[in-house]
């Protein structure tokens, strides 16, 4: 007899500081009143990058299939499933509508082998605004900056200001 698995709930944020630049996400996994979180820093990548790896990483933590609403405040990611932009791509053997290739490619496919296996409901959230768990995962992800700055002997800088900037210019930037 099959019992219905309890909902996931999945929150994810990535930043870059310089985009490109030392980055890191944050992940929010909760379920059933249990709380997973992760996160790790990067010596030089992007705020999209690093947007992708968040979700890719929390749907790696999850060892078999699962009903998941998934949080996002990344439009790049959001719309690649909600508009369709990722089947489009696919379909024209990974290209843009420009015919230009999509960039992150790799993690792109990843993720799609992943979200496959899952029934994932994608919400986008507005960043730095009203979701605790969309900004703890901005903590995360900006802690994991300035860990991986202090743990390789780089200068500290206020990479929450600098993430923040960077998701200002538009997170649709590559």
């Given at each position: 007899?099959?019992?219905?698995?309890?909902?996931?709930?999945?929150?994810?944020?990535?930043?870059?500081?310089?985009?490109?630049?030392?980055?890191?996400?944050?992940?929010?996994?909760?379920?059933?009143?249990?709380?997973?979180?992760?996160?790790?820093?990067?010596?030089?990548?992007?705020?999209?990058?690093?947007e992708l790896t968040a979700v890719i990483k929390?749907?790696?933590?999850?060892?078999?299939?699962?009903?998941?609403?998934?949080?996002?405040?990344?439009?790049?990611?959001?719309?690649?499933?909600?508009?369709?932009?990722?089947?489009?791509?696919?379909?024209?053997?990974?290209?843009?509508?420009?015919n230009k290739p999509v960039l992150n490619?790799?993690?792109?496919?990843?993720?799609?082998?992943?979200?496959?296996?899952?029934?994932?409901?994608?919400?986008?959230?507005?960043?730095?605004?009203?979701?605790?768990?969309?900004?703890?995962?901005?903590?995360?992800?900006?802690?994991?900056?300035?860990?991986?700055?202090?743990?390789?002997?780089?200068?500290?800088?206020?990479?929450?200001?600098?993430?923040?900037?960077?998701?200002?210019?538009?997170?649709?930037?590559?």
């Open positions: 007899m099959d019992q219905k698995k309890p909902p996931i709930f999945l929150y994810t944020d990535g930043a870059a500081s310089g985009n490109p630049g030392p980055g890191g996400y944050g992940v929010v996994l909760k379920c059933a009143g249990i709380q997973k979180e992760m996160s790790e820093g990067f010596a030089l990548t992007t705020n999209n990058r690093m929390g749907l790696e933590a999850l060892k078999e299939s699962c009903e998941i609403t998934l949080y996002t405040d990344s439009k790049y990611v959001s719309d690649a499933f909600n508009q369709g932009w990722i089947y489009a791509w696919m379909k024209k053997g990974w290209k843009k509508a420009d490619k790799e993690l792109w496919q990843r993720l799609y082998e992943l979200w496959k296996m899952h029934d994932i409901t994608l919400v986008w959230v507005k960043g730095h605004a009203d979701n605790p768990w969309n900004n703890r995962c901005d903590e995360l992800a900006t802690s994991a900056i300035k860990e991986y700055r202090r743990m390789n002997g780089e200068k500290e800088e206020d990479t929450a200001s600098s993430a923040q900037e960077i998701k200002k210019e538009g997170s649709i930037r590559q």
